[in-house]
């Protein structure tokens, strides 16, 4: 019986050599046999259930990123500060690796079997969606020549927190002699050092030791305990065996325990192995006693045992059959897509905390990257997946903050908030872990974020009750924090402000009125308002109880109230954006030769953090995340402008941005830019687009990914309480299909190009909103409405022209005049330096021509140095004639004039207006923008909201034309489409691209 699982890998073989390869939406399947690729493959078959996960290694094979790991075993470790100032966090709490027993290494006959030097004729890993399992196949030939199928299988049990079942067989092919199997508990794995990158790794105060050890034929068991956080565990190993097994003996070694089977085999013959592995352990959160650990794991073997792992196997898949069910996904048109979202959507599952005594890590239970803390993105992304499709375990991770909410009130005491509670911004204790305040503590919106995710749970789940136990106390002491750390501000006409924070965009750290920062606030301060009179009206002795204990004030509610009424989010009159902070959009962009990393390096590990802050870049969604969760009242026009701007200044080094830029492009109507950032987030770990998937994988990224599914392309939010949807059909795919869990019912939502189609699968009926109308669905009575349509751009009032390239080449000329300077002065000038200068202003290029000059100027020098190449070119300028125009430049400037649009020229050249003149073109503009009457060059919007200015325009009801990407950039910035002219790898960013200027043609931008 034991041998009948591993069959099922041997009918499928690697396709051939030019065959079709179809894609099974419900595996994951990797061929392959180059170990540079095995770590990251260990993140994405790893296997876990909320409290255990195991990495995907192989067991013969021993590897330094193999990893066992549990929720609730962590180390305490000091914060080492040369410089310690009051409330700096003391300690830091490190999620460790415990004993690992997923390891059965072979011999055959005294020889050990090793992987690496022998050879791979066939390699095979499945992730099993739809079963919850990992399997894999070897074929592999030793050195000496004998050849083996080496099988294996695996679940971490949903059912059973503590448990790995392994089923493991080994088959000879052509090999006839003893076999043995050494199936072991190893303790000799550490915590991962930390290196250069603080995002992986640790340094580590004490860690685990081995307490206690016994391994006899039918028990072997290893006891744990960490130095500082005073946790203790037990992993215990039981077999069974077949074929022609027998066990041999068993052994205590120095860094573990080992049970050994031996055998014969023979060609064609097979042996097998079941191995039950049971963890038990302290929780300081449950504050559960350590005397019957030991117990605990012999009864989770006994239970295991008795069921044997069919049995164990058809019970994970009846587990996960709930899930799948609620999810309800389907993609006509794209397997590939299909199969991404379940593998994602299915890691954010396993990595789930279901005890209450954690919650979802950014890098869930599948590796050791960012010491397994818990951050705001499990509230703001991972929850919200959750609450609609397995709100149990929603509740779960809103059960966690409660159970560590006075260690937020002592965190905000440590912060000198005399009242109220503080979440940690990184943690896993409940304390704060993080050293650096400014990026850390500073990131008050934590708080928003558990106040909106407890919001979402109960408008989803109906769960009042959790309202009025849990979730009530938080919001209140949560809340009380705004009004110490924001006030009334008269310079603002008595608007509420809120000063010195850290929104989501780490690059921008300690600032006044963080866009997101306080737009959360205002929808957190509303809520908690809301349930104190909700309270009050409707169950007042619990109102009343909750007040005395922490001691509410009487007009705290109606404070509250009043600084959401009055928060302070305004909007820039020049750009028509939400800033994303009081000085943002003052300082300079970044210069393109800071912003290139090597490797996919964020820019957190090249510049320093003062650079950063300097600068108008962004590290990740800030702004858009904010009008995703609490933007339902700001119009379409104006998240349109807020994205095309913010879209030109953020880097997207957080694997947390491109979730939200592709619900807010799906929301405005960029439906192409929609579809790529999905891919980036569907795909950050599957294609390792950042380059770390080896120190496990996004939970975040891939919770987005489902975001992007339902709240980009479906459209859904909440408003009042209803679930709204606005669903759209990508290009790409013929038709889609996503469930949704709401107060009991089951919501299917079905979108192909006739429209979307409303069914509901659980419950009797359904009040819901379909593009912002009102629906009433009942059980057999689907709704077929039309899909809500694309966002029709405002219509076409102008043409912004560039000059140079776009209409005359006076690009040579300005590299002229340049070379002649830099030969003046021994300056290098080569054409990747001259490509640099392209479209940049005369100051900006001056700049870049003097990086590799002979010595320094001072400024005055410098001046002189701009005007002497000026005089240069503008003595090239004199021999300029209309003969000098590109060809069908002036037909196209014409062109739009005749079509009753206005036109007008933004130039980084100070002698734009000489140069019209010379060309015999200046009449066909109605305003002229040069580097005279800017700041700041491109790719800054600036030149371009001036022209719009000039011409009595919104900046959306003008279009650009381009031949540079700094141009490009700052054309998207302004809220413009963009018209690039030149070739494809240096304009990849237009939105339409035409060889030359001759191509234009001005009525299919009308169309």
């Known amino acids: 019986m034991v041998d009948s699982y591993a069959a099922v890998l041997l009918d499928a073989e690697v396709p051939s050599v030019g065959a079709e390869v179809v894609v099974d939406p419900w595996l994951l399947v990797r061929h392959g046999t180059d170990p540079a690729g095995f770590a990251q493959d260990e993140s994405l078959f790893a296997l876990a259930n909320g409290t255990l996960g195991v990495r995907g290694n192989l067991e013969e094979s021993d590897s330094a990123s193999q990893a066992t790991l549990l ?15 009051p409330g700096f966090a003391a300690h830091t709490d490190t999620r460790i690796p415990v004993a690992d027993a997923a390891r059965i290494h072979l011999r055959l006959g005294d020889t050990p079997v090793r992987l690496d030097q022998g050879t791979w004729l066939h390699f095979e890993r499945v992730l099993d969606l739809r079963q919850g399992c990992y399997r894999r196949r070897l074929r592999w030939r030793s050195p000496e020549g004998a050849t083996l199928e080496i099988e294996a299988e695996r679940i971490v049990s949903l059912e059973d927190a503590g448990l790995l079942a392994i089923h493991y067989r080994v088959r000879s092919l052509d090999y006839a002699g ?85 055998g014969m085999l023979t060609p064609g013959q097979a042996v097998s192995l079941e191995k039950y592995v049971a963890y038990a352990f302290t929780s300081p959160l449950a504050g559960d006693q350590a005397n019957d650990l030991l117990a605990r794991a012999r009864a989770s073997l006994d239970t295991a045992d008795a069921l044997g792992y069919p049995a164990l196997l058809a019970r994970q898949a009846r587990a996960l059959s709930t899930l799948w069910a609620q999810a309800d996904l389907a993609i006509d048109g794209d397997p590939t897509t299909e199969q991404a979202l379940r593998f994602n959507l299915f890691h954010v599952f396993q990595s789930s905390s279901r005890d209450s005594h954690g919650t979802t890590a950014a890098k869930g239970l599948t590796g050791e990257g960012y010491e397994g803390h818990y951050f705001w993105d499990a509230e703001v992304f991972m929850l919200p997946v959750l609450a609609t499709l397995a709100p149990e375990l929603a509740r779960a991770m809103l059960m966690y903050r409660y159970r560590t909410l006075d260690n937020a009130r002592r965190h905000a005491r440590e912060l000198d908030h005399p009242r109220g509670a503080l979440y940690a911004w990184r943690t896993i204790s409940g304390d704060e872990c993080s050293s650096y305040f400014p990026s850390g503590s500073a990131q008050y919106h934590i708080n928003a974020a558990v106040a909106w995710a407890i919001r979402l749970y109960v408008d989803a789940s109906g769960d009042d009750a959790f309202l009025l136990a849990h979730g009530a106390e938080m919001l209140f002491e949560t809340a009380r924090i705004w009004l110490q750390i924001g006030h009334f501000s008269a310079r603002h006409g008595g608007a509420f402000c809120i000063h010195e924070v850290t929104g989501p ?93 090597p490797d996919r390096q964020p820019l957190l590990l090249q510049l320093h953090p003062l650079t950063l802050y300097r600068h108008q ?26 994205f095309d701007y913010y879209e030109g200044v953020t880097v997207h080094d957080s694997t947390l941005s491109a979730s939200t830029f592709a619900v807010v492009a799906a929301e405005v109507g960029h439906a192409d830019k929609a579809h790529g950032y999905f891919l980036d987030t569907l795909r950050v770990d599957l294609d390792d687009l950042h380059g770390n998937a080896a120190h496990g994988l996004h939970m975040a990224a891939m919770a987005g990914s489902w975001l992007a599914l339902s709240w980009g392309y479906g459209g859904l939010r909440v408003h009042d309480g209803l679930p709204a949807l606005a669903p759209r059909l990508p290009a790409a795919w013929k038709s889609y299909r996503f469930g ?9 939502v079905e979108v192909d190009g006739d429209g979307a189609r409303y069914t509901l699968t659980e419950g009797s009926s359904l009040t819901f909103l379909h593009d912002g109308l009102p629906q009433r669905l009942h059980a057999g009575q689907p709704l077929h409405l039309p899909c809500a349509g694309s966002v029709a751009p405002p219509p076409l009032k102008a043409v912004v022209f560039d000059l140079d390239g776009v209409l005359a080449d006076t690009a040579v000329l300005h590299r002229s005049a340049w070379q002649q300077l830099a030969d003046e002065i021994g300056a290098p000038l080569d054409e990747v330096t001259a490509g640099r200068m392209k479209g940049v202003d005369r100051r900006g290029s001056l700049d870049i021509l003097l990086e590799h000059a002979p010595r320094s100027y001072s400024e005055t020098e410098k001046e002189a140095l701009a005007a002497r190449k000026n005089a240069h070119y503008v003595e090239l300028i004199g021999r300029l004639g209309p003969q000098d125009l590109l060809p069908g430049a002036h037909a196209a400037v014409e062109s739009v004039r005749r079509a009753g649009l206005k036109t007008a020229l933004a130039s980084a050249s100070r002698n734009a207006p000489q140069l019209l003149d010379r060309l015999g073109i200046a009449a066909l503009f109605d305003c002229v923008v040069d580097a005279s009457r800017i700041a700041r060059s491109k790719p800054d919007p600036e030149i371009f909201l001036a022209a719009a200015r000039g011409l009595g325009l919104a900046p959306g009801e003008c279009l650009g034309v381009e031949d540079a990407a700094a141009g490009i950039a700052a054309l998207h910035a302004a809220g413009m489409a963009a018209v690039g002219i030149g070739r494809a790898q240096e304009l990849d960013k237009a939105d339409v691209l035409l060889p030359d200027i001759a191509a234009f043609d001005i009525s299919r931008f009308i169309a």
């Open 71 to 85: 929720s609730a075993v962590w180390e305490r470790s000091p914060i080492d500060y040369h410089e310690r100032f």
């Open 178 to 262: 003893p076999i043995t199997l050494e199936s072991s508990i190893s303790t000799a794995r550490e915590a991962a050092e930390q290196g250069f990158d603080p995002r992986i790794g640790s340094r580590i105060d004490g860690g685990l030791g081995t307490c206690d050890a016994h391994a006899g034929e039918d028990l072997a068991w290893v006891g744990q305990q960490t130095t500082h956080s005073g946790i203790r565990l037990v992993c215990a190993q039981r077999h069974r065996h077949a074929g022609e097994l027998r066990f041999r003996h068993a052994n205590l070694a120095p860094h573990g325990v080992t049970q050994v089977y031996e």
């Open 505 to 597: 965009d780490e690059y921008s750290a300690l600032v006044d009125n963080n866009h997101y920062t306080n737009r959360m606030a205002q929808r957190h301060l509303q809520d908690a308002a809301d349930v104190a009179d909700w309270m009050a009206l409707s169950h007042p002795a619990e109102h009343a109880a909750l007040g005395a204990r922490l001691n509410l004030q009487a007009d705290e509610a109606s404070q509250w109230r009043r600084a959401a009424r009055t928060m302070h989010l305004p909007v820039d009159a020049a750009l028509g954006i939400f800033p994303q902070d009081d000085g943002f959009l003052d300082k300079p962009r970044l210069p393109p030769q800071l912003a290139t990393t």
């Open 617 to 642: 870049v962004c590290k990740q969604a800030d702004t858009l995340l904010a009008l995703v969760l609490a933007g339902e009242q700001v119009d379409v026009a104006t998240k349109r402008r807020n």
């Open 740 to 748: 949704l869990c709401w107060r009991g019912a089951h919501l299917r």
